[in-house]
């Protein structure tokens, strides 16, 4: 796992400087601390920082270059299945100097030019510079696991794996984007290709951008999910082919020249893992949780019976209000506003695990792949209830419901599903995607002049997987959505962020594209048999795992933020939203602020995720300012035939 940057100038007339190209570099030294390499020519500049994984040498170091030094690399990630490639490509007359991943993708570019990717299993992000065509390739895998922004204007292009390397380079104003910030409001996060400043994109999953001389800067799709051709097998062979990918994914995983570990939250999904690694595995295996002393997030009862079961060396660290403090570093490790409450937690957790280990295993992906998530069984409710024949009563149901403040209460989320029964199933999705906020009720926060630059924009990002699937219902419908939504502009983010701000390598078993292709497949109703979720999954493993780990019902990776917003937090979010020096006064409606807190205080209403998302807006503002939200630079159009914009000075 590494760092990676680079700039092109467009006209190979203009040099570009390698200190330049250190200074982005210089920027994510946490993603690599063991290495780096800095590569200039041809009017490019490519850097690097090298966490070692595999092949510890300096022949490992990037910038890599083949034989001739005609074709340059820069890569982060992991592919898992190099082996398998290499002899190939050797046969083929292709000479290796290491024995890196790294290399393997090099040689197979020369061979399938940009196609390369889609002979790749993994999870990655790279550059190729071909000094003979002068062309250059990004690339980011399926699933978007690792990440790779990307800026252009007139003359150039800059990229690199995260934005404070793009700030580095000293070329683009850290402007805000209005619109943005109104999708963080709503979504918890900036789903691409945008991000929180203008003229800096994120390159989409599963796709390349591509240039050469003369011509025009080319971003295009190489893979689409497809739920075609669904499995009609029995559900017993179903389970076995499960197991065995599931096992697969993992065993694939274990490669590594560092000491690895597994984060074991105590759900299904890391017990999973953590069984296919064990018997994968030769020794003792390290596993890791967090805990959070409220028992309606604590799961770690269940970390530590798989601990004992599998026999592993376990570590737990515990999570407290205290750790809130740390949100004005947050800020700065996410370079832009990010809102998912478990975010503190995987930081925290993947410190504690690299003090033991480099790299670790997780159990992400296997909810939106089998329907683990509440808002399926939601859906299924809901399509039940579309059937019953006079539904006007449903209103005077939901009428008769008192509302309960507690942070998972199910009276609370079923009196907030009556309340959508009457939409369509994709708009009862979006609804409980967006955590039941009413969008229009969000605008009214915003002061006169942050409304007025909120401009129209496709506020869909997270339902593309929705009306691009060709899944068979709407429950396949929604794992699609968040297979191609969630997990790349929320879940990954978030991993990948925490933990390599930590210099630690996450990979994630359920995350694999052929895995992912398998789960989509599979019929819904054996992810979902009755109220049993993830059934498939569990027939899979049941042998395997203890009978408490099998019948539990999901927790979730969260914080119990509801509480400590009406405890230890509440004078904090009372002074950092309503204060003086507040920046998001200027974005928000101070009053309206104000009675939320009161509100919330009084158990009137729950409104803690809007809360911590203006904590955590106002954090990331005071970082980059507020002022040239409501009074942007004015915007001129360049002659770059994307249409790409450029503040004037």
Request: overall charge neutral.
């Amino acid at each position: 796992m590494c760092g990676i940057v680079g700039k092109i100038n467009f006209s190979s007339e203009c040099p570009v400087d390698p200190r330049q190209i250190r200074r982005m570099a210089d920027a994510v030294r946490h993603r690599g601390p063991d290495d780096d390499g800095v590569w200039t020519g041809d009017g490019v500049g490519l850097g690097h920082r090298r966490l070692s994984i595999i092949d510890l040498t300096p022949s490992g170091r990037n910038p890599m270059c083949n034989e001739d030094g005609t074709v340059w690399i820069v890569f982060n990630g992991e592919i898992y299945n190099f082996p398998e490639l290499r002899p190939g490509l050797e046969a083929a007359g292709h000479k290796f100097k290491s024995r890196t991943d790294t290399e393997v993708i090099l040689h197979l570019y020369e061979e399938y030019g940009p196609a390369c990717v889609e002979r790749l299993r993994g999870m990655f992000a790279f550059a190729i510079w071909d000094r003979r065509s002068r062309q250059l390739l990004l690339a980011r895998d399926r699933l978007g696991v690792k990440p790779l922004h990307y800026s252009v204007n007139s003359s150039g292009l800059l990229f690199g794996s995260e934005i404070k390397a793009l700030l580095a380079s000293g070329e683009i104003d850290a402007v805000p984007d209005s619109s943005s910030i109104h999708q963080f409001l709503l979504w918890q996060c900036i789903p691409g290709p945008a991000t929180g400043f203008r003229g800096i994109q994120k390159l989409p999953p599963a796709s390349i951008l591509t240039w050469q001389s003369g011509e025009d800067v080319e971003v295009r799709r190489y893979w689409e999910l497809d739920s075609r051709d669904p499995i009609k097998t029995q559900p017993d062979e179903v389970s076995l082919q499960l197991n065995h990918l599931v096992r697969e994914s993992t065993r694939m995983r274990l490669a590594a020249d560092v000491p690895l570990g597994i984060f074991l939250s105590g759900g299904l999904d890391s017990a999973c893992v953590l069984a296919a690694a064990r018997q994968a595995h030769a020794g003792k295996l390290k596993t890791f949780s967090v805990t959070f002393g409220n028992q309606s997030f604590d799961e770690s009862k269940y970390a530590r019976l798989l601990a004992r079961h599998f026999e592993t060396e376990h570590h737990e660290f515990q999570v407290t209000p205290k750790v809130l403090e740390f949100l004005p570093e947050m800020a700065a490790l996410f370079d832009q506003p990010f809102a998912d409450l478990a975010a503190i937690p995987t930081y925290y957790l993947s410190k504690l695990t690299r003090e033991h280990v480099t790299v670790a295993l997780s159990g992400d992906g296997g909810d939106e792949a089998l329907g683990g998530y509440q808002r399926y069984l939601a859906l299924k409710a809901l399509g039940r209830l579309s059937h019953v024949p006079g539904r006007k009563w449903l209103e005077a149901l939901r009428s008769l419901l008192p509302y309960r403040s507690a942070e998972r209460s199910k009276l609370r989320y079923f009196r907030e599903l009556l309340g959508i029964a009457d939409r369509s199933p994709r708009e009862q999705y979006r609804a409980i995607l967006l955590g039941m906020i009413d969008e229009e009720e969000l605008k009214s926060l915003y002061s006169d002049g942050f409304r007025r630059r909120v401009t129209e924009v496709d506020d869909e990002p997270f339902l593309l997987g929705w009306d691009r699937t060709n899944a068979s219902d709407d429950l396949g419908r929604a794992m699609a959505s968040d297979t191609l939504g969630y997990i790349p502009e929320c879940l990954n983010v978030k991993v990948d962020i925490c933990s390599m701000a930590a210099s630690l390598e996450v990979r994630s078993p359920f995350l694999d594209h052929k895995l992912v292709e398998f789960c989509a497949r599979i019929p819904t109703s054996l992810k979902i048999h009755r109220l049993c979720q993830k059934y498939i999954l569990k027939q899979a493993f049941r042998k395997e795992l203890p009978a408490a780990i099998v019948g539990r019902s999901k927790a979730g990776f969260s914080l119990p933020l509801a509480d400590w917003f009406r405890g230890e937090l509440r004078s904090l979010a009372h002074d950092t939203l309503l204060g003086s020096q507040s920046c998001i006064s200027g974005l928000c409606n101070s009053a309206k602020i104000r009675t939320m807190l009161a509100e919330h205080a009084a158990r009137k209403h729950n409104w803690h995720i809007q809360l911590w998302r203006l904590l955590v807006l106002e954090n990331w503002l005071s970082r980059v300012g507020s002022a040239q939200i409501l009074h942007p630079p004015q915007i001129v159009e360049t002659g770059w035939d994307q249409g790409q914009a450029v503040a004037s000075r």
